[in-house]
């Protein structure tokens, strides 16, 4: 028999979550899982931390002045098991969507939070759930890190994905045990970053990062990257005055999907919010491994060996 590859019509998001509301903000993720589907869409991918706020006090705020703000993305944090998640997964079956989403993960150990990306399939299961192995810089105010365990692909009706949240995409090792597992389509969200060090152009940085795995792996990479909201700086211009000049900067969010020869198969967004689309056939991941498949001919596995931890970290072990 021979092999057939789905060719599908792909959603990445450019927007602003409703800042620490995680109700409001998921009737806006299913107004615009709605919106893609109408459009033809059969994947769609959010912003990292979509639901419902990244905490960007911890880059303008002291670790002190922002405690309390911490305390506040506690409490409008979900488990993956919420009624809010489950309308999400209800409205993806619905729609025949698979989702990929970001989160604010609340964890089982009181005050504990994970950077988590769910995976929804077009039946409305949650068939897999990332969490950020290293929270990055400031990030680690707020984070806790997660384990190997969420280090997978995951077949669904649009490829087998897989998923890393920001600066995790930075991670060679990562990527690589993501397509070692025949990843095909890669889902990198990320979110605005106007606060970044001057010389440092976050839009390009994602470009690049996303480039790279698409062009190594031979596969697609859709980006979807978060805006900063008038609700949020209006909210933490309470404890931070000149939280508007520090949170705008142009050429601080990039979303698109870009092809397995790292070339974007559609116009990119830079900084606006709004919705790209792209049209997805995996056959297009076939030729370019002629060229390099460093998961075979291209690679020495003689020589080279990468030896991953899957366990799920255990607090306690009772003798």
């Not at 299961?125 to 990030?139: D, Y």
């Not at 031979?218 to 939280?243: H, Q, R, Y």
């Not at 919010?273 to 001919?297: A, R």
Request: net charge negative; with cysteine.
């Amino acid at each position: 028999m021979s092999l057939e590859l789905p060719k599908f019509k792909a959603a990445v998001v450019q927007a602003s979550p409703v800042f620490l509301n995680a109700e409001k903000t998921v009737d806006k993720v299913l107004n615009i899982m709605r919106e893609v589907a109408r459009n033809g869409a059969q994947l769609v991918a959010f912003p990292e931390v979509f639901i419902c706020a990244y905490p960007y006090w911890n880059w303008i705020l002291t670790p002190v002045q922002g405690s309390k703000w911490f305390e506040l993305l506690y409490k409008s944090s979900l488990t993956a098991d919420d009624i809010l998640i489950q309308k999400i997964q209800k409205s993806a079956k619905e729609l025949d969507l698979t989702i990929v989403i970001g989160m604010n993960e609340r964890g089982t150990s009181f005050g504990e939070l994970y950077n988590t990306n769910l995976i929804i399939d077009n039946t409305g299961e949650i068939v897999g759930k990332h969490r950020k192995l290293v929270p990055t810089w400031a990030e680690k105010l707020t984070w806790t890190s997660g384990d190997g365990s969420s280090l997978r692909v995951y077949p669904t009706k649009t490829g087998n994905i897989g998923t890393l949240a920001c600066g995790e995409n930075t991670n060679t090792l990562a990527r690589f045990t993501l397509l070692a597992q025949d990843e095909n389509v890669h889902i990198a969200n990320y979110i605005s970053l106007p606060v970044a060090p001057p010389d440092y152009d976050m839009a390009d940085a994602i470009k690049i990062r996303a480039a790279a795995h698409s062009f190594e792996g031979k596969l697609f990479t859709l980006v979807s990257c978060s805006t900063i909201g008038a609700d949020a700086v209006k909210m933490l211009e309470a404890d931070c005055p000149n939280a508007a000049d520090l949170l705008s900067r142009e050429h601080a969010a990039f979303s698109g999907i870009i092809g397995p020869t790292g070339v974007p198969i559609s116009e990119p967004l830079i900084d606006q919010e709004g919705i790209v689309y792209g049209e997805i056939d995996l056959s297009k991941c076939i030729q370019p491994k002629q060229m390099h498949d460093i998961l075979g001919h291209y690679n020495r596995f003689d020589i080279f060996e990468l030896r991953v931890n899957t366990a799920k970290t255990k607090r306690i072990t009772f003798l």
